[in-house]
Structures are given as structure tokens and as C-alpha cells.
């Protein structure tokens, strides 16, 4: 079986690549894969580059899996949040190149990252839950807003504005934008830079500054389970 997410250890930076061949759907294979591919990191104590292939991050929770609901869909969605709340707890720094579009649970990955880049070019970066009819989970409301500007929070929540990579930068979708050939290099610079600060300090400031957030977030995502599960 074609692995989805490639583990490529160089030194002290563990590179997570996914590659679907498509648009790389968060299925319940991806992100078992992902949740390995963490654990194999934490292990060897490496600092993460999660990427995807060219021209796209991921374009979010398999949509198929979505609409068959049940405990499959519901399975799904808690899988990528609780992965979510795990990248924003990690105790190791971990980055995102983004080399393309991000759309829903995509883009709520990039935001749980310590350091995002992404590409300039025609590629959405967007929240587009309110577009295709679905009410915000609160679990991705609180990811929105721990990173996002107030003004574009707003936009991206509650009028799934999509953003250009340049104008993601300004709402706080990413930290900065590079050419599409000096991506994996200006991530690798950024992971090099990480790994240099002191682990121990890293992670418990980490958890020191995201307190609120991942106490909101973990609350949220027991609710949305709630929601989803509906009258009992």
C-alpha cells in the first residue's frame, strides 16, 4: 500500500510530506498517517516541516467520508481537530510550508503551526465552511481566532472571504510568502533556526501562551462531538 504522508528524518528535522495525488483529502488514512508520522517526530525529537505537494496543502476532511456520516465522519472530523490541537501543543517547533491552496480543515492545520509559508499564486486560503451551508465548528472558530487578525477573523469565519497567499500574511493565515523554487529551503532555514532554541523552555512557553486557547479548543471539540452525535 502507497503511503500518504512520506517521513524524511534529516538531523534534528523530520519533513512530513503529503501526496495523495490530488488535493490531499484529510481522510481517516491521511490522518492516521499524520498522527504516526507525529509520534515518529516525537521520538526522534525532531522539529517538524509539515508540507504538501505542489500547488496544494490540503484541501481539507474527505468529503465522501463527510456526507456518509455516522461514526466514520464523525471519527474523521474529531481526528483532525484533536491533530490540530496536538500540532498547537507540541513540544517540539513545528512549521508549515504551504505550497499551494488550503482550504478547511487544511487551513486550520496551517494555523496550528508555529511558522507558516506559504507561495504566491492563484491559491485560496480559505475557511469555506458558511459557503458549502455547514455552521462553523467551534473547534475550528477557536483555532481561527487564536492567529487571525480581529477584522479578518471575521471575514474568514463568518463570510468564508478566501485570501490570496500575499493577503494571508496580513490576516495572520501565514507568516510569510517566498517563491514557489525556495519553499522547502526557507522552511528547512526556519526548522535550522527552531532548533536551536532550548526545548525544555520552547515547549512549556508554548503551553504557558496557547493556555486559553487549547483549554477552549478541547472544550470546543468535545461539543462539536456533542453536535454531531445530536438528541441522545
Given at each position: 500500500?502507497?503511503?500518504?504522508?512520506?517521513?524524511?528524518?534529516?538531523?534534528?528535522?523530520?519533513?512530513?510530506?503529503?501526496?495523495?495525488?490530488?488535493?490531499?483529502?484529510?481522510?481517516?488514512?491521511?490522518?492516521?498517517?499524520?498522527?504516526?508520522?507525529?509520534?515518529?517526530?516525537?521520538?526522534?525529537?525532531?522539529?517538524?516541516?509539515?508540507?504538501?505537494?505542489?500547488?496544494?496543502?490540503?484541501?481539507?476532511?474527505?468529503?465522501?467520508?463527510?456526507?456518509?456520516?455516522?461514526?466514520?465522519?464523525?471519527?474523521?472530523?474529531?481526528?483532525?481537530?484533536?491533530?490540530?490541537?496536538?500540532?498547537?501543543?507540541?513540544?517540539?517547533?513545528?512549521?508549515?510550508?504551504?505550497?499551494?491552496?488550503?482550504?478547511?480543515?487544511?487551513?486550520?492545520?496551517?494555523?496550528?503551526?508555529?511558522?507558516?509559508?506559504?507561495?504566491?499564486?492563484?491559491?485560496?486560503?480559505?475557511?469555506?465552511?458558511?459557503?458549502?451551508?455547514?455552521?462553523?465548528?467551534?473547534?475550528?472558530?477557536?483555532?481561527?481566532?487564536?492567529?487571525?487578525?480581529?477584522?479578518?477573523?471575521?471575514?474568514?469565519?463568518?463570510?468564508?472571504?478566501?485570501?490570496?497567499?500575499?493577503?494571508?500574511?496580513?490576516?495572520?493565515?501565514?507568516?510569510?510568502?517566498?517563491?514557489?523554487?525556495?519553499?522547502?529551503?526557507?522552511?528547512?532555514?526556519?526548522?535550522?533556526?527552531?532548533?536551536?532554541?532550548d526545548p525544555d523552555a520552547h515547549a512549556a512557553t508554548?503551553?504557558?501562551?496557547?493556555?486559553?486557547?487549547?483549554?477552549?479548543?478541547?472544550?470546543?471539540?468535545?461539543?462539536?462531538?456533542?453536535?454531531?452525535?445530536?438528541?441522545?
Open positions: 500500500m502507497t503511503s500518504l504522508v512520506a517521513y524524511q528524518l534529516d538531523e534534528s528535522i523530520a519533513t512530513l510530506t503529503m501526496d495523495d495525488g490530488k488535493v490531499n483529502a484529510l481522510s481517516p488514512t491521511m490522518l492516521d498517517e499524520l498522527r504516526v508520522a507525529f509520534d515518529r517526530a516525537l521520538e526522534d525529537r525532531a522539529v517538524v516541516v509539515l508540507t504538501g505537494r505542489p500547488g496544494v496543502f490540503s484541501a481539507g476532511f474527505d468529503l465522501s467520508v463527510l456526507r456518509g456520516g455516522g461514526d466514520d465522519a464523525l471519527d474523521m472530523v474529531r481526528a483532525g481537530f484533536t491533530l490540530a490541537e496536538r500540532m498547537l501543543s507540541f513540544p517540539n517547533p513545528v512549521v508549515v510550508a504551504c505550497p499551494g491552496h488550503a482550504i478547511a480543515m487544511g487551513v486550520f492545520l496551517v494555523l496550528s503551526a508555529d511558522y507558516r509559508i506559504g507561495v504566491p499564486g492563484p491559491f485560496r486560503i480559505v475557511a469555506n465552511e458558511v459557503a458549502l451551508g455547514i455552521t462553523m465548528p467551534r473547534a475550528a472558530v477557536e483555532i481561527c481566532r487564536q492567529r487571525l487578525t480581529p477584522a479578518a477573523f471575521n471575514r474568514a469565519v463568518i463570510l468564508a472571504e478566501p485570501h490570496a497567499p500575499d493577503a494571508a500574511v496580513a490576516a495572520g493565515f501565514l507568516d510569510r510568502v517566498v517563491e514557489p523554487p525556495e519553499l522547502q529551503d526557507a522552511a528547512r532555514a526556519a526548522a535550522t533556526q527552531l532548533a536551536a532554541l508554548k503551553l504557558r501562551a496557547r493556555a486559553r486557547t487549547l483549554e477552549a479548543l478541547r472544550a470546543a471539540i468535545e461539543a462539536d462531538d456533542a453536535d454531531f452525535l445530536g438528541p441522545t
